[in-house]
Nanobody
Framework: QVQLVESGGGLVQAGASLRLSCAASGRTVSSYEMGWFRQAPGKEREFVAAISRGGGDTNYADSVKGRFTISRDNAKNTLYLQMNSLKPEDTAVYYC???????????????????WGQGTHVTVSS
């Protein structure tokens, strides 16, 4: 089992950057494929980005491709999301998640994840 805690959210202006972190405790994070999701008010939780156990494979939602970068440091048991050129439509609660069973495009499905953090708020003003 793993516990996940996100940090790094905040209020920024459009065009700014933020880096989210997700610190894991319990079982080592290298055991899990991991992802970032977000949920805006009144909307369903949506896929943002995912990364394989070793970090060699990543995939992104079209809406963030080229602006966001997912990475991980297994030695530090931490997942990151670097967010550049932020837009007001990026405003949401951002969650990190971990799963040990699925990989590849299955990582885009939130129901395939076993463990979730509590979320960190990102607000982008225009």
């Amino acid at each position: 089992q793993v516990q996940l805690v996100e940090s790094g959210g905040g209020l920024v202006q459009a065009g700014a950057s933020l880096r989210l972190s997700c610190a894991a405790s319990g079982r080592t994070v290298s055991s899990y494929e991991m992802g970032w999701f977000r949920q805006a008010p009144g909307k369903e939780r949506e896929f943002v980005a995912a990364i394989s156990r070793g970090g060699g494979d990543t995939n992104y939602a079209d809406s963030v491709k080229g602006r966001f970068t997912i990475s991980r440091d297994n030695a530090k048991n931490t997942l990151y999301l670097q967010m550049n050129s932020l837009k007001p439509e990026d405003t949401a609660v951002y969650y990190c998640a971990a799963n040990a069973r699925y990989s590849g495009t299955w990582l885009r499905v939130p129901q395939n994840y076993d463990y979730w953090g509590q979320g960190t708020h990102v607000t982008v003003s225009s």
